[in-house]
């Protein structure tokens, strides 16, 4: 009888580890194929991205630069969160209009999903540029990219930005914490690109995004590295491989009152005081909605 009840202690420890190991053989195989089916997407919206290119070569670029994020790179993006399992909680209407977006940052889905809910143009660090294959892509898509370590450059992107808010009608989007967080707790913010609200007149309309699960668990210290990705700690496309494994994401979108252009004129707001600002509404909301 004693032998029978170890017989059947050694076979409930044996089944776990089978079922363990056709758990991570599914994981491989869901990524495999999300992977695939990105390829496939990148490699039409290139194509698309060319001809588009091509025909408009007679047209000013603001022109192409506008028709190609709003009819190209934002289907594509919202495409991507699709494939990777991102559900959005959003509100239903997301008007936002040729304004200044300013984002909480935790990785590269906080961009798509800017861009997949606005026609967005997003300001990366340079760093992001220098990637292989992914810097191509993100240049694909868009991307306005900054070297924070070198102030020259500052002025230089905020110049291009401008423009693009005055030419394009679309929106720019920037990250203040200047790199990425822990998807837990704010960085402190930069100022340097709320110079935006003097040089295109333009509302600023903070934004937060927040993880609310991971394969509908809570995110926790051990899972959240799955989904918040840091330039500094690892490889983007491991990470992207091992995201891609995730059966679902729940991200919250989140649109906290505007800073509008009239109350920065009127009050004779400056850079920084707008940036404590945008700040403070950051950290008053996260610190009543605290998920973690």
């Given amino acids: 009888m004693e032998s029978a009840?170890?017989?059947?202690?050694?076979?409930?420890?044996?089944?776990?580890?089978?079922?363990?190991?056709?758990?991570?053989?599914?994981?491989?195989?869901?990524?495999?194929?999300?992977?695939?089916?990105?390829?496939?997407?990148?490699?039409?919206?290139?194509?698309?991205?060319?001809?588009?290119?091509?025909?408009?070569?007679?047209?000013?670029?603001?022109?192409?630069?506008?028709?190609?994020?709003?009819y190209i790179i934002r289907p594509?993006?919202?495409?991507?969160?699709?494939?990777?399992?991102?559900?959005?909680?959003?509100?239903k209407d997301v008007d936002i209009l040729n304004a200044i977006i300013v984002s909480n940052h935790w990785g590269y889905l906080d961009s798509l999903v800017l861009m997949a809910?606005?026609?967005?143009?997003?300001?990366?660090?340079?760093?992001?540029?220098?990637?292989?294959?992914?810097?191509?892509?993100?240049?694909?898509?868009?991307?306005?990219?900054?070297?924070?370590?070198?102030?020259?450059?500052?002025?230089?992107?905020?110049?291009?930005?401008t423009n693009l808010l005055n030419q394009t009608n679309l929106n720019v989007a920037f990250f203040p914490e200047g790199g990425t967080g822990d998807g837990f707790e704010l960085k402190k913010f930069n100022s340097s690109f709320f110079e935006l609200a003097f040089t295109t007149k333009k509302n600023v309309v903070p934004v937060v995004i927040q993880i609310e699960t991971i394969n509908k668990e809570t995110p926790n210290q051990d899972n959240i590295n799955q989904v918040v990705f840091h330039n500094s700690r690892g490889n983007i496309i491991i990470h992207l491989l091992r995201l891609l494994q995730l059966k679902s994401i729940g991200i919250k979108f989140t649109i906290l009152p505007q800073i509008s252009y009239y109350e920065i004129y009127s009050k004779y707001l400056s850079?920084?005081?707008?940036?404590?600002?945008?700040?403070?509404?950051?950290?008053?909301?996260?610190?009543?909605?605290k998920r973690f």
């Fill in 5 to 70: 009840n170890n017989f059947f202690m050694i076979k409930s420890t044996i089944k776990p580890i089978w079922l363990k190991n056709i758990d991570i053989l599914v994981n491989i195989l869901r990524a495999s194929l999300k992977s695939f089916i990105i390829l496939i997407f990148f490699t039409v919206c290139v194509i698309l991205t060319l001809i588009l290119r091509i025909v408009t070569l007679i047209t000013v670029k603001w022109f192409y630069i506008k028709i190609n994020t709003k």
């Fill in 76 to 91: 594509l993006s919202r495409s991507l969160l699709f494939i990777a399992g991102v559900k959005l909680n959003r509100p």
């Fill in 117 to 161: 809910l606005s026609p967005c143009i997003v300001i990366s660090n340079v760093d992001v540029r220098q990637m292989p294959f992914i810097g191509r892509i993100m240049m694909l898509m868009g991307f306005v990219f900054v070297d924070r370590q070198n102030n020259r450059s500052i002025p230089i992107v905020l110049e291009k930005a």
């Fill in 271 to 289: 850079r920084k005081k707008i940036c404590e600002i945008a700040e403070k509404k950051f950290s008053d909301f996260l610190d009543k909605n």
